[in-house]
Nanobody, 116 residues
Framework: VQLVETGGGLVVAGWSLRLSCAAA????????RGWYRQAPGKERELVAS???????NYADSVKGRFTISRDNASKNVCLQMISLKHEDTAVYYC???????????WGQGTLVTVSE
């Protein structure tokens, strides 16, 4: 099983980025997907999630700025980020979770740096 994130980088505050996570080795449509992030010195936190059925959930800090989407055909999950802020700086991780049977996978992370 492999989750590979792409799209991170260095941007100026106010700019946009789009992260993608490609999945291999899992039955993509059976997995809830999510994006998490971890800033230096802080715990990993949920940014956004999308269920098997397409239901979404966002951290309050990103509501209205970030959009999560999934494409079962291509096995990709994306995170569109607009109006980026310095406090969005973190390593962003892709996650795939299946509840029955229970499986949990993480990507290796991609760094997003937002300069002020």
């Amino acid at each position: 099983v492999q989750l590979v994130e792409t799209g991170g980088g260095l941007v100026v505050a106010g700019w946009s980025l789009r992260l993608s996570c490609a999945a291999a080795g899992i039955l993509f449509s059976f997995y809830d997907r999510g994006w998490y992030r971890q800033a230096p010195g802080k715990e990993r936190e949920l940014v956004a999630s999308i269920s098997v059925g397409g239901g979404t959930n966002y951290a309050d800090s990103v509501k209205g700025r970030f959009t999560i989407s999934r494409d079962n055909a291509s096995k990709n999950v994306c995170l569109q980020m607009i109006s980026l802020k310095h406090e969005d700086t973190a390593v962003y991780y892709c996650r795939a979770e299946r509840r029955q049977p229970q499986f949990l996978y993480w990507g290796q992370g991609t760094l997003v740096t937002v300069s002020e």
